[in-house]
């Protein structure tokens, strides 16, 4: 197969697997969470490309188990604060196997469940189609990318690699469940819903293991997020009233997930994340508000990531400094 033919397939792969989660959640009475469904699998299609479609398999499940505690901590402050930062500082301490950039996909599905539950009854009944619908369709997701855009034998068995120190990953995961500690209250006390969900994230994305580096991802986090809300006031200027946004929105995603596994620039990958997240999570009266509120989201977002960053300095440096000392 050639470099086109395989990166049209990959196109196609992406666009079907986001589309037709889409059409089960509405067939099956979770309409609301049909948005949630999709991103959720465009998570599971990148994981599967990047990790393999094991690795896609085990995010997919506790992405499922967590839906659990996560519904029913709905208008519950200490115990979504919770569930968020212990979450948040496992996906840091994954970072030793280089695996958190991949796998915080996974986050925005958790957190829109915590601030923005899309059930219009969380009953029994509901929960349970959310918790086997979420598993079965990212499941099948990676599934699918494994047998239509198999990777080579070498990258699929190859085991999975330490990257960073103990120390480093579980101060990262500290950092990160800070944040979380932060926004996850404001989000919540304010009744920000998915805008709630765009500040939680955002420290998420922009803080790195190693200082240093936190402030060129901020940069490049805020122009991303900037370029995103115009592509999207852009594109509320040119579709056609009646096209659902949900077709441009899948056509984003794909575009974003295929970004993402060829290691496209970050910036430009944010951009259509960015505006994927916006479409799946707007009606069509909405659309420039959620937008707005997105980009006022994010820049608050950055600045606890900064200040996180700007108290973390200190203590990296003096432990720069006692390694160069001992020579490690």
């Known amino acids: 197969m050639s470099t086109r033919q395989r990166l049209v397939l990959q196109v196609v792969v992406a666009a079907a697997c986001l589309w037709l989660p889409d059409v089960i959640a509405r067939q099956v009475g979770l309409a609301r969470a049909a948005g949630l469904l999709s991103l959720a699998n465009l998570a599971a299609l990148v994981i599967s490309v990047r990790l393999g479609w094991r690795q896609a398999l085990w995010g997919s499940l506790a992405l499922a188990l967590l839906s659990v505690p996560a519904v029913l901590s709905q208008g519950d402050l200490l115990a979504a604060t919770g569930l968020l930062t212990l979450t948040a500082c496992a996906l840091g301490i994954t970072i030793r196997w280089q695996l958190q950039p991949v796998y915080w996909l996974l986050m925005v599905s958790l957190c829109m469940l915590v601030v923005d539950l899309p059930l219009p009854d969380a009953g029994p009944v509901e929960l349970t189609k959310l918790t086997v619908l979420l598993m079965l369709s990212c499941s099948l997701t990676a599934r699918v990318q494994s047998w239509l855009m198999p990777r080579s034998a070498t990258t699929s068995e190859a085991p999975l690699t330490v990257q960073h120190s103990w120390r480093r990953s579980l101060g990262y995961g500290l950092l990160l469940g800070t944040t979380t500690l932060i926004t996850t209250p404001i989000a ?4 920000w819903h998915t805008t709630g969900l765009w500040l ?3 420290p998420i994305l922009v803080i790195r293991p190693f200082v240093k580096d936190g402030w060129r991802v901020a940069l490049n986090r805020c122009l991303g997020s900037i370029a995103g809300v115009l592509l999207v006031h852009l594109l509320a200027l040119v579709l056609p009233p009646a096209l659902p946004l949900q077709v441009p929105a899948i056509a984003l995603g794909a575009t ?9 620039p970050p910036v430009l990958f944010v ?5 994927t997240i916006v479409l799946f999570n ?3 009266s909405s659309l420039l508000f959620m937008a707005d509120r997105r980009l006022e989201a994010n820049l608050i977002g950055i600045g606890v990531a900064l200040g996180v960053l700007a108290l973390a300095h200190p203590s990296e440096h003096l432990l720069t400094r006692h390694r160069a000392a001992n020579g490690s």
């Open 256 to 264: 974003a997930a295929l970004m993402g596994a060829k290691h496209g």
């Open 188 to 191: 919540m006390q304010q009744h």
């Open 200 to 202: 939680i994230l955002t």
């Open 282 to 284: 707007s009606s069509d």
């Open 271 to 275: 951009v259509l994340l960015t505006a």
